[in-house]
C-alpha cells in the first residue's frame, strides 16, 4: 500500500494503551488479547474499538477499513479508511452502519501531513493532558464470499478541523466527548440529525501539535522514535541510521 494514499485525514494513528487499561477507561470487557503499544496503525491494520451490544460493552479488535455488507470483494475497504461526516447520510457504504453500528476508536495520537518546501511533513496530534483521544467510528460484519468467515472492519469520521488544526488541515477526525459516549455507542438505530449534532468539531480539547520524523512515512516502522519530537530526533542523529536515504 503506497504512504501517498495514506497521507490523508487520519491516515495513521498510534494505540499505545494496553486493552485491559481501555477497558477500565470505558467500562468495557477486553475481548482481545493486548497487541502491545503500536506507534504506526495503518488502513487495513487490526486496532483496538470500543462496541456496545445491547447491555455488553466490549474493547475488540477490527480491521481499518470500512468494507459494506453487499461488498463483492474486501478490496473496497482499503480506500474506506474515512468517511465524511456531511455525506453519512447519503452514502451507500456508510448510511445504515451511521444508523445502527457505531464504534469509538481510541488513539493516543494522529498524524497528519503538511506540505513544506519539496516534502510532505508529518506531525503528531495529541491531547496536552496525554488522555485518549476518543474518535467517532463506524463498523460492518462482511462475509468473505469464499470461506464464509465474516470480517468486522470500520472506518473513522472526518469533518472541518476545529481552529487548533485549521493550519495543519482542511479536516480532522471527529473527537466524542467523554459525555456522548455512551449516546454514540447506543446499538439502537437512531436519528440522523440528532446523531449529526455529535459530528461537530471540538474546540474545547488542548492539543499538542508536533512535527515527527518522517519514519512514519513507512508503515513498516513501529516505534517509540515515531513520536519522538523532530528536533529530539535530529540532536540524536543515529535515530536515522536505518531511515531511507530519500526520507532524510
Known amino acids: 500500500m503506497s504512504a501517498a494514499r495514506l497521507r490523508g485525514v487520519c491516515g495513521r494513528f498510534t494505540q499505545e494503551r494496553p486493552a485491559s ?46 468494507i459494506p455488507h453487499w461488498a ?8 474506506m479508511f474515512n468517511a465524511r461526516a456531511e455525506t453519512l447520510t447519503d452514502s451507500p457504504a456508510f448510511r445504515d452502519a451511521f444508523r445502527r453500528k457505531r464504534c469509538l476508536v481510541p488513539v493516543e495520537s494522529f498524524y497528519e501531513w503538511k506540505r513544506e518546501g519539496t516534502i510532505r511533513q508529518p506531525y503528531r496530534v495529541v491531547r496536552e493532558d496525554r488522555r485518549p483521544l476518543v ?19 470500520f472506518t473513522i469520521i472526518t469533518s472541518r478541523p ?4 485549521g493550519d495543519l488541515h482542511d479536516r480532522m477526525p471527529v473527537i466524542v466527548p467523554d459525555d456522548a459516549w455512551v449516546r454514540w455507542l447506543d446499538p439502537e438505530p437512531a ?8 459530528l461537530e468539531p471540538l474546540e474545547d480539547i488542548e492539543l499538542d501539535i508536533y512535527a515527527v520524523p518522517r ?25 536515522f541510521e536505518s531511515l531511507p536515504a530519500a526520507e532524510v
Not at 474518535?135 to 472492519?153: F, H, M, N, Q, Y
Open 21 to 66: 487499561e481501555l477497558a477500565e477507561i470505558f467500562g468495557a470487557e477486553p475481548l482481545v488479547e493486548d497487541p502491545g503499544a503500536r506507534f504506526n496503525v495503518a488502513p487495513t491494520d487490526e486496532a483496538l474499538v470500543v462496541v456496545q451490544r445491547e447491555d455488553r460493552r466490549a474493547i475488540t479488535s477490527y480491521r481499518w477499513g470500512l
Open 162 to 165: 476545529n481552529r487548533a488544526l
Open 72 to 79: 463483492e470483494t474486501a478490496k473496497v475497504g482499503g480506500r
Open 191 to 198: 436519528d440522523p440529525g440528532e446523531l449529526q449534532a455529535l
Open 215 to 239: 519514519f512514519v512515512n513507512d508503515v513498516r516502522r513501529d516505534g517509540p522514535e515515531l513520536i519522538a519530537p523532530l528536533i529530539d530526533a535530529v540532536e540524536a542523529p543515529g535515530l
Open 135 to 153: 474518535l467517532a467510528g463506524l463498523w460492518a460484519g462482511w462475509k468473505d464470499p469464499s470461506t464464509e468467515v465474516v470480517r468486522r472492519t
